[in-house]
């Protein structure tokens, strides 16, 4: 029987630095998790009723709160989501994006960043998951000229510093421009994302803050760029492209596309893990990270 949240929960452990070790923590991250509540079968589609009891299915968000839960009762844990909580069950076609906030603050994620498909419905579907939500969602490349209604919302931030561990962790949310061809009716502006993060990630060194983690949803093409080019980025965490990671023999019938973490190293030297974690409550990613 599957009583965690994934088939099998990835875990490796990455030296970001060659100074000593001051600390470690264990970041979970899941993405596009399209409003998949309830466990899926191992092609993501709804479980029949009393698969899941005999094993055959995964996921769900009873699933993801259990290991989230469980991870932060041994300590110096971070829970982060990459977006597109909204869109493709019934669950969201009635509630929307009400239900999807109520049940991230269940989870108490330490930020959230925003998919496109928090935007399908354009303000009125984007208003009340803000107006519900609980937690730091993030995006550091709206351009909000034309909705000056969206700087009213104390959820949404560039960017968040979380004050764990006795650091300062930084997290900074971007979105793929492309989401104003993706969205029909979207009023939203956007910026490139690779400018954004380094404006938003300077003005988080400047505060003290040592670990910057960039979260977004823009896909995996896109993130490495990022790990490449942002400089003062250290993890980036993406979504959008269902992107299956993972090393060695896969648990199931996903093919990897790249290993678990996939590391991008910067011109300097700096090795960036960059991290996703496929789709639909499948998977949870679990990294163990070390400064």
């Avoid at 108490?108 to 939500?133: M, Q, T």
């Avoid at 003290?208 to 942002?230: P, Q, T, W, Y």
């Amino acid at each position: 029987m599957n009583c965690l949240a994934v088939p099998c929960i990835v875990i490796l452990s990455t030296l970001l630095s060659t100074h000593v070790h001051c600390f470690s923590f264990t970041l979970l991250h899941n993405n596009d998790m399209h409003a998949r509540y309830d466990p899926v079968t191992n092609s993501c589609g709804k479980c029949p009723q009393g698969d899941d009891e005999r094993g055959l299915c995964f996921g769900g968000f009873a699933r993801i709160a259990t290991v989230v839960t469980t991870a932060r009762a041994k300590g110096s844990t971070i829970y982060l989501n990459a977006g597109d909580t909204f869109s493709g069950t019934n669950w969201h076609r009635v509630f929307g994006g009400d239900l999807a906030a109520e049940l991230l603050n269940l989870l108490k994620p330490d930020a959230v960043s925003i998919g496109n498909h928090e935007l399908d419905e354009d303000l009125p579907g984007f208003i009340p998951y803000l107006k519900r939500a609980n937690f730091p969602i993030v995006c550091c490349n709206l351009n909000l000229r034309m909705t000056p209604e969206l700087n009213n919302f104390r959820s949404l931030v560039r960017s968040t510093i979380i004050r764990k561990f006795k650091q300062n962790i930084g997290i900074i949310g971007y979105i793929t421009p492309n989401t104003k061809y993706y969205v029909p009716y979207n009023s939203i502006g956007y910026f490139a994302e690779i400018p954004s993060i380094n404006i938003e990630a300077r003005k988080l060194r400047s505060q003290g803050v040592n670990i910057i983690i960039a979260l977004g949803h823009s896909g995996f093409e896109m993130d490495k760029i990022i790990a490449l080019r942002c400089t003062d980025v250290d993890v980036v965490i993406g979504g959008h492209s269902h992107t299956f990671l993972y090393t060695g023999s896969p648990p199931d019938i996903e093919k990897p596309e790249g290993n678990y973490p996939t590391i991008v190293t910067k011109p300097n030297g700096h090795q960036v893990p960059v991290l996703q974690a496929y789709a639909f409550t499948k998977y949870m990613g679990v990294i163990n990270l070390v400064w």
